[in-house]
């Protein structure tokens, strides 16, 4: 059973920065996609970041673009969410979630088999 664990949640201040950890708990032979959600009290999920694992290219929401950065380490099956000058508005439970199959749907919680626990992300001074 494939577990993904997440690390890196916190408190961070206004125009701080935080970084978000995955990693997968067992070698996937085959990962198409990891990507970042984030879901705000009263919100549904949403999509935040996706790297595609073969060839590392990435897409974001507009409101995370020029300020996160998503990477991967195919070595150790980890992907990472680099959140720079975040805002209040970035507070929120951030989930790293992960595909085998190709999908077009990236952007929809429902294309992914498995998922982190969540991490608390809150911005406040």
């Known amino acids: 059973q494939v577990q993904l664990v997440e690390s890196g949640g916190g408190l961070v201040q206004p125009g701080g920065s935080l970084r978000l950890s995955c990693a997968a708990s067992v070698q996937i032979s085959h990962i198409y996609c990891m990507s970042w959600f984030r879901q705000a009290p009263g919100k549904e999920r949403e999509f935040v970041a996706r790297?595609?694992?073969?060839?590392?290219?990435?897409y974001y929401a507009d409101s995370v673009k020029d300020r996160f950065l998503i990477s991967r380490n195919v070595t150790s099956n980890t992907a990472h969410l680099q959140m720079n000058r975040v805002r209040p508005d970035d507070t929120a439970v951030y989930y790293c979630?992960?595909?085998?199959?190709?999908?077009?749907?990236?952007?929809?919680?429902?294309?992914?088999?498995?998922w982190g626990q969540g991490s608390q992300v809150t911005v406040s001074a």
């Open positions: 979630a992960l595909a085998t199959k190709v999908d077009s749907r990236y952007m929809s919680p429902s294309a992914y088999e498995y």
């Open positions: 790297i595609a694992w073969r060839l590392g290219i990435t």
